[in-house]
């Protein structure tokens, strides 16, 4: 798609932008709304690029540079794309002890991709990850936003295989 | 989607409406919904404190302060406006039980936050959720709409001529903003770096007002507090440990799952017969009792009731109510390991003792766990950790030191065993693991 220099493509959908409207209005403080607003606008453009952390930074009234500090704090905020389905394993001491690290080998193995990796078709990306509050039913992934728990590796077989069929639409 | 365990021994008070589409206002309201707060409301300030010291409810994020006590350090004059902040960002490994109550009765929350407000006269609440918790935020901002359209916040709540607002956060991934001076500052848009202390959330908080911050458990039992009168609530449990409170069954056990038990409920019993025990009749190792930033206890240390005092007691922390079961298999310098590995990814890097201690303890670990320690490196975890002890910024130093410490102590032979290029011994005889269905 090409857009006029002067009319720049909107970064996000008329949607988000008008909740980010509202967010800023919620809080005492403006800057209130950078950790919401950083995730929300990546959940819709996919991460955290340079023109996404101008609008966010100009839309909240503080510096890039102090955009870019909170990012790098927060372990869900990214500055390069994940795959379209963000495999997350946690493989933190309730899940260890029930297989947690099989299933995240076993994802390894199956998508191809390391620790941090992103399969060549922009599908998949996997991440080891920390307790995501699934203890009593380890071992647990999540996907996107998505809990999957009491895995094995053939039940994350059968939900990485559906996300794939939904990969196309 | 998570859903609640039971067993006769249950006592439901927190999970009382769950399973019973709560999450919709008019069912809540039927299930003796905001009554509550209607109560709170003719008590005032000094009523609804007076209410929750005689209910000895302890916090449930982790410390057990007596959230009566808590609420009442709040001054009653003051120039900044006052908040109350809801801690949901539960990220305590072993702990899964503020996501059931978000999902089943977030109603509970905004009860508990209002009624939390009213004690103090605040006129704003915050509920934070960790990022992770998409799903719980979307319920509960749904929950906080359904309350705004019945008049139950917003200006003039319940007709009363109070007003009080509520709005919900989303985290975006960091344990150490569930330290509650890190939250402040996430919540004011900054990364979670803890403050200073004093001065106290209490006095000099959230915008620099005065704040209660609690975790979400202990602020989803407040209304029902006030629903069974504060006495009533205390005599569940056992002295000045009042009620009941979710524990978080995982790991080597028949039956994980959250199940709700009186303060005080014997640890050997909440293994043995509520979770059913050790799966493929393996024996006991070991027992983290309260989230992994809890001292593990060992199998000959669990005829203890499950309440603050008693598992202080015995060297550990009742915490969050993570207990984790580890069955002989299990290798504790892996799990020492794992453990570590956490701290020294979740430090937040401001203070040194934390920064390079947990990264110097992950390194150790790993050595000997691979069979490159020497018997030199057991002795130098046990000196790092011992001198990180009260040397850091916030308690996620302690944290990382206090369950290592026991690691070490009650379980050397193990590290031993690991020594002079051996490796991790449990490797080989370890049987692959069980189906999980
Ligand atoms: C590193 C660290 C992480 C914490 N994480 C949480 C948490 O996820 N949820 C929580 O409620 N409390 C957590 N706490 C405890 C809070 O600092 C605070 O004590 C608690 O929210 C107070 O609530 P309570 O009095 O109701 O327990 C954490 C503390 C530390 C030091
Ligand atoms: S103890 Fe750790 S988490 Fe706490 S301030 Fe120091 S470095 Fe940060
Ligand atoms: S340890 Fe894996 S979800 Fe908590």
Redesign the interface.
Same mark, same amino acid.
């Given at each position: 798609m090409s857009t006029q220099p002067s009319q720049p493509a909107a970064l996000f959908s008329p949607a988000l932008a008008a909740r980010f409207d509202q967010f800023v209005t919620?809080? !005492?403080?403006k800057?209130?709304?950078?950790?919401?607003m950083?995730?929300y606008a990546q959940d819709e453009t996919g991460y955290l690029s340079d023109a996404v952390i101008a609008e966010v930074a100009e839309r %909240?009234g %503080?510096s890039e540079l102090e955009v870019r500090? %909170?990012i790098s704090?927060?372990?869900?905020?990214r500055t390069r794309p994940a795959g379209k389905f963000h495999v997350q394993v946690c493989?933190?001491?309730?899940c260890?002890?029930?297989?947690g690290n /099989?299933i995240l080998e076993h994802c390894k193995k199956k998508l191809g991709v390391p620790n941090k990796g992103v399969t060549s078709d922009g599908v998949f990306s996997l991440e080891e990850v /920390? =307790?995501?509050?699934? =203890?009593?039913?380890? !071992?647990a992934a999540?996907v996107n936003?998505?809990?999957h /728990?009491?895995?094995?590796p053939e039940s994350i077989d059968r939900v990485l295989a559906d996300y794939r069929g939904r990969a196309g639409k | 989607m998570a859903t609640l365990s039971t067993h006769p021994d249950c006592v439901p008070v927190v999970s009382y409406r769950f399973g019973k589409g709560a999450t919709s206002i008019d069912r809540y309201l039927e299930l003796e919904g905001y009554e509550a707060t209607r109560k709170a409301l003719t008590l005032g300030p000094d009523g609804i404190i007076n209410e929750m010291k005689a209910s000895n409810l302890r916090g449930r994020g982790g410390a057990g302060f007596p959230t009566g006590l808590k609420w009442s350090f709040v001054p009653k004059q003051s120039a900044k406006p006052k908040y109350v902040l809801v801690n949901g960002d539960e990220s305590e490994p072993g702990t899964c039980k503020d996501r059931l109550i978000f999902e089943h009765d977030p109603h509970s929350v905004i009860e508990g936050t209002i009624i939390a407000g009213l004690s103090v006269q605040a006129k704003m609440g915050f509920i934070y959720l960790r990022g992770e918790y998409r799903y719980l935020l979307e319920i509960t901002e749904k929950a906080v709409a359904q309350a705004y359209a019945k008049g139950f916040l917003g200006k003039n709540i319940f007709g009363s001529g109070i007003d009080f607002d509520i709005v919900t956060q989303t985290g975006a991934g960091a344990y150490e903003v569930g330290e509650e001076s890190a939250l402040m500052e996430s919540l004011e848009g900054k990364r979670g770096i803890p403050r200073i202390r004093p001065p106290f959330p209490a006095v000099v908080g959230l915008y620099g007002g005065p704040t209660i911050i609690n975790n979400a458990e202990t602020i989803a039992t407040v209304p029902h507090i006030f629903r069974m009168g504060g006495a009533e609530y205390a005599k569940l449990g056992t002295e000045r440990n009042g009620g009941t409170r979710l524990f978080c069954l995982s790991g080597h056990i028949e039956r994980p799952g959250v199940y709700e038990l009186p303060m005080g409920y014997n640890l050997r019993k909440m293994i043995y017969e509520v979770g059913g025990g050790i799966p493929n009749g393996k024996k006991l190792k070991a027992v983290v009792p309260g989230g992994a930033s809890t001292p593990a206890l060992t199998a000959d240390e669990i005829d203890i009731g499950m309440d603050f005092d008693q598992v202080g007691k015995a060297g550990s922390m009742l915490g969050s109510g993570g207990v984790v079961v580890l069955d002989e298999t299990t290798c504790m310098v892996e799990f020492a390991l794992r453990t570590m590995k956490f701290y020294a990814h979740e430090s937040c890097g401001w203070c040194i003792p934390c920064r390079e201690g947990t990264d110097w303890l992950k390194k150790s670990l790993t050595r000997i766990h691979e069979g490159g320690g020497v018997d030199k490196d057991i002795v130098n975890i046990r000196y790092l950790a011992e001198n990180m002890l009260g040397r850091t910024f916030c308690p996620l130093g302690d944290a990382a030191a206090m369950p290592t410490i026991a690691f070490v102590q009650k379980f050397r032979k193990e590290f031993e065993d690991h020594l002079e290029g051996r490796g991790c011994p449990y490797r080989r005889v370890r049987e692959p693991e069980p189906a999980l269905v």
């Open positions: 919620l809080y !005492p403080v800057r209130s709304a950078l950790v919401p950083l995730l %909240v %503080v500090n %909170v704090y927060y372990s869900l905020l493989t933190n001491i309730s260890m002890l029930r297989g /099989e /920390e =307790c995501i509050g699934a =203890c009593s039913w380890a !071992p999540q936003y998505d809990f /728990e009491n895995l094995t | -």
